[in-house]
């Protein structure tokens, strides 16, 4: 199964101008005490695009040339393939959707030993729905923090007590509010990324004319307050995972709430998608393994859809049902809004990116990482890991 999938890996490279990446049978690989760590074709891209289904895959395709495929064990049956540009630099990788298929398909990649990412830069990249108090339709932000909604208790609200605001509250408290003690976290809760790398990004796009859409634009008109009825921008805003595709006021101001109480006042619910939280944890683990570099990663969702309707007096149902008009632009915005960033590292790999950006020194009620401060140390535990797993790769890399 390995040399069926090592061949295609080479034979998809065949006609590439590049000369295919050495494959080295495993039992030529010296032995350096970690079998993880032992790379059997060594792609070692700059870049690594996360997306989750074929809208948010397909528009990378052409404007970054991704046209090799990479078979790897463990893909999403949807997806099989990483596919790269011809000189491995930027490679995209498409999850599957929600929680279940985004854990799986990375764990997959991370542990895969076609590649070597432990220098690599990953842009989560998809389209999510969009708090209007943050921003609109075609919206892009980029995320500091990244809170799961899943681990919650639920009364359907009809049996709700009756001076209860939401009929979610966290695991392991009493009442919506409630911070749950640390002994309960699951460790899933919230995720936060490198501020320092987010604030380069969203430097670097500020910029940038995000696309858009007749039809959003009249949509947005319903909306009588800013940033929702305004063009779209690129913003910092935090994401919301759940599986359920919730929609309504009452439902957002409830993981509005959420996200407030879960990082301590610090994070602006924004976005609303269905992987990062998964995707994440992939990353923690992937990182304390030394396979990744949890620096270096970059969250952006962009708007298809308002989480809630123009008012709240209109209705839910009919405004969740309603033709927005933002997909198309969502999507567009992807390219848009993340090249720039992937461009940047390419560009400046030598200067800036190759050495990495390191977080903010962490400890001070920092949630870098995940809430159990797996990784807190921060750069220096990424930088630690990157010499020892270097040390552990065999150097034949392309
Ligand atoms: C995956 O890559 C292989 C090898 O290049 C190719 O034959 C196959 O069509 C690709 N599958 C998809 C779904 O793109
Ligand atoms: C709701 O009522 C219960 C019982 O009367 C009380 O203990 C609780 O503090 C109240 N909760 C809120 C949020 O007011
Ligand atoms: C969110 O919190 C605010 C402020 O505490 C509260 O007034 C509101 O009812 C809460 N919303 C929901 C849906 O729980
Ligand atoms: C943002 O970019 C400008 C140049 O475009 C640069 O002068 C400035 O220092 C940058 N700021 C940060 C915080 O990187
Ligand atoms: C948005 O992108 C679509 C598809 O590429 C294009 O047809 C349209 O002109 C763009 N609109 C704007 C306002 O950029
Ligand atoms: C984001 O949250 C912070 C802290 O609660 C708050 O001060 C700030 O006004 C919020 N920003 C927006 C745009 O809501
Ligand atoms: C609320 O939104 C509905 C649907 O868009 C609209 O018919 C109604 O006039 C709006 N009400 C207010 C007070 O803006
Ligand atoms: C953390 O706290 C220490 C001591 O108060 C301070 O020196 C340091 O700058 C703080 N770090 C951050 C990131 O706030
Ligand atoms: C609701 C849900 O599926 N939550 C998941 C978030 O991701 C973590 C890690 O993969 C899972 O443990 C949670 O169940």
């Given at each position: 199964?390995?040399?069926?999938?090592?061949?295609?890996?080479?034979?998809?490279?065949?006609?590439?101008?590049?000369?295919?990446?050495?494959?080295?049978?495993?039992?030529?690989?010296?032995?350096?005490?970690?079998?993880?760590?032992?790379?059997?074709?060594?792609?070692?891209?700059?870049?690594?695009?996360?997306?989750?289904?074929?809208?948010?895959?397909?528009?990378?395709?052409?404007?970054?040339?991704?046209?090799?495929?990479?078979?790897?064990?463990?893909?999403?049956?949807?997806?099989?393939?990483?596919?790269?540009?011809?000189?491995?630099?930027?490679?995209?990788?498409?999850?599957?959707?929600?929680?279940?298929?985004?854990?799986?398909?990375?764990?997959?990649?991370?542990?895969?030993?076609?590649?070597?990412?432990?220098?690599?830069?990953?842009?989560?990249?998809?389209?999510?729905?969009?708090?209007?108090?943050?921003?609109?339709?075609?919206?892009?932000?980029?995320?500091?923090?990244?809170?799961?909604?899943?681990?919650?208790?639920?009364?359907?609200?009809?049996?709700?007590?009756?001076?209860?605001?939401?009929?979610?509250?966290?695991?392991?408290?009493?009442?919506?509010?409630?911070?749950?003690?640390?002994?309960?976290?699951?460790?899933?809760?919230?995720?936060?990324?490198?501020?320092?790398?987010?604030?380069?990004?969203?430097?670097?796009?500020?910029?940038?004319?995000?696309?858009?859409?007749?039809?959003?634009?009249?949509?947005?008109?319903?909306?009588?307050?800013?940033?929702?009825?305004?063009?779209?921008?690129?913003?910092?805003?935090?994401?919301?995972?759940?599986?359920?595709?919730?929609?309504?006021?009452?439902?957002?101001?409830?993981?509005?709430?959420?996200?407030?109480?879960?990082?301590?006042?610090?994070?602006?619910?924004?976005?609303?998608?269905?992987?990062?939280?998964?995707?994440?944890?992939?990353?923690?683990?992937?990182?304390?393994?030394?396979?990744?570099?949890?620096?270096?990663?970059?969250?952006?969702?962009?708007?298809?859809?308002?989480?809630?309707?123009?008012?709240?007096?209109?209705?839910?149902?009919?405004?969740?049902?309603a033709e927005q008009g933002g997909f198309e632009p969502a999507i567009q915005n992807l390219v848009i809004a993340g090249k720039p960033f992937v461009d940047d590292v390419v560009k400046n790999w030598d200067s800036v990116y190759a050495a990495g950006i390191a977080p903010p020194v962490a400890g001070n009620g920092s949630f870098y990482g995940d809430v159990?401060?797996?990784?807190?140390?921060?750069?220096?535990?990424?930088?630690?890991?990157?010499?020892?797993?270097?040390?552990?790769?065999?150097?034949?890399?392309?």
């Amino acid at each position: 199964m390995i040399g069926a999938l090592k061949a295609a890996a080479v034979l998809a490279l065949a006609g590439s101008s590049l000369a295919a990446p050495a494959a080295v049978a495993r039992s030529s690989i010296p032995s350096a005490g970690n079998e993880l760590a032992s790379r059997q074709v060594v792609i070692s891209p700059k870049v690594m695009i996360i997306s989750m289904f074929s809208p948010e895959r397909e528009v990378w395709l052409q404007p970054m040339e991704l046209e090799v495929d990479y078979p790897f064990m463990g893909a999403s049956p949807l997806f099989p393939n990483v596919s790269c540009r011809r000189d491995r630099t930027v490679c995209i990788v498409t999850t599957g959707e929600a929680e279940i298929n985004a854990a799986s398909t990375i764990m997959a990649l991370t542990l895969s030993t076609q590649f070597d990412l432990t220098s690599t830069y990953f842009l989560i990249a998809g389209i999510a729905g969009i708090n209007p108090y943050m921003g609109t339709l075609g919206s892009a932000g980029f995320a500091r923090f990244s809170v799961q909604s899943g681990l919650a208790y639920e009364l359907d609200a009809r049996q709700m007590p009756a001076n209860w605001s939401t009929g979610y509250w966290a695991l392991g408290t009493k009442a919506p509010g409630q911070l749950p003690n640390p002994s309960d976290l699951y460790g899933t809760e919230v995720f936060e990324l490198n501020t320092n790398l987010l604030s380069r990004v969203l430097n670097i796009t500020s910029g940038v004319k995000l696309n858009d859409s007749t039809t959003a634009q009249e949509y947005r008109k319903r909306f009588n307050y800013a940033p929702a009825n305004e063009p779209p921008k690129v913003f910092q805003g935090d994401a919301l995972c759940s599986d359920a595709y919730f929609a309504g006021t009452l439902l957002s101001e409830t993981w509005g709430n959420y996200t407030k109480l879960m990082t301590k006042g610090e994070g602006n619910y924004s976005t609303t998608a269905q992987e990062d939280n998964a995707t994440l944890e992939v990353m923690v683990r992937a990182h304390k393994a030394g396979l990744v570099d949890y620096s270096r990663i970059v969250l952006l969702r962009t708007a298809s859809d308002f989480d809630r309707a123009p008012n709240a007096t209109a209705d839910a149902y009919t405004a969740f049902e309603a033709e927005q008009g933002g997909f198309e632009p969502a999507i567009q915005n992807l390219v848009i809004a993340g090249k720039p960033f992937v461009d940047d590292v390419v560009k400046n790999w030598d200067s800036v990116y190759a050495a990495g950006i390191a977080p903010p020194v962490a400890g001070n009620g920092s949630f870098y990482g995940d809430v159990f401060g797996t990784i807190r140390e921060g750069a220096a535990q990424a930088r630690r890991a990157r010499r020892s797993i270097a040390a552990k790769v065999p150097s034949y890399s392309a």
